[in-house]
């Protein structure tokens, strides 16, 4: 058992209002967010096409986008899948990643305030990392994490056989 579920409801209820009060993050911060971001997502020219193939009804996914950013901002509890199950046969690698935070990152600068912003980037590097680390083990690469990379922007990889 977790500490957050060893405390219960009215344990999840406090940590919630305590991120809320020190970040101004709220339900309808988070949708704001998932909706506009996923409007560029859905626009963009390399991303766009990957979520078209595989996104047939869109506010059921924003809807569980938005439970999902809650879970993980807030700490709600609202999201209740298996995110890395879900991505792991995507035709992506590190680039698609970096667009994607790029995207994100921008995206939050315009909707969020500062505290906000930076409460959902450490989130959302961590969770790119997490997929793109759990994809590229999948697919038979191994890719240098995030932050160790080359300056040059360049992918360091390792392609394994077997």
């Known amino acids: 058992m977790s500490d957050l579920e060893a405390g219960g409801p009215e344990r999840r209820a406090r940590i919630t209002a305590d991120i809320m009060a020190e970040t101004g993050i709220d339900e309808p911060m988070i949708e704001r967010l998932v909706r506009l971001f996923y409007q560029r997502i859905q626009a963009e020219p390399v991303l766009g096409p990957i979520f078209a193939t595989r996104v047939t009804d869109w506010e059921h996914h924003i809807a569980k986008l938005c439970a999902f950013w809650s ?66 083990t999948t697919q038979g690469r191994i890719d240098a994490p995030r932050h160790l990379r080359s300056q040059s922007g360049q992918l360091s990889g390792v392609v394994c056989s077997g």
């Open 71 to 136: 879970s993980v901002v807030l700490m709600t509890g609202r999201y209740h899948g298996q995110p890395m199950r879900m991505h792991m046969d995507l035709p992506v690698s590190g680039a698609h990643f970096d667009r994607w935070l790029e995207l994100f990152e921008g995206t939050v600068a315009e909707v969020c305030p500062p505290a906000a912003a930076a409460h959902f980037m450490e989130r959302a590097r961590r969770i790119a990392d997490s997929l793109e680390l759990g994809i590229a």
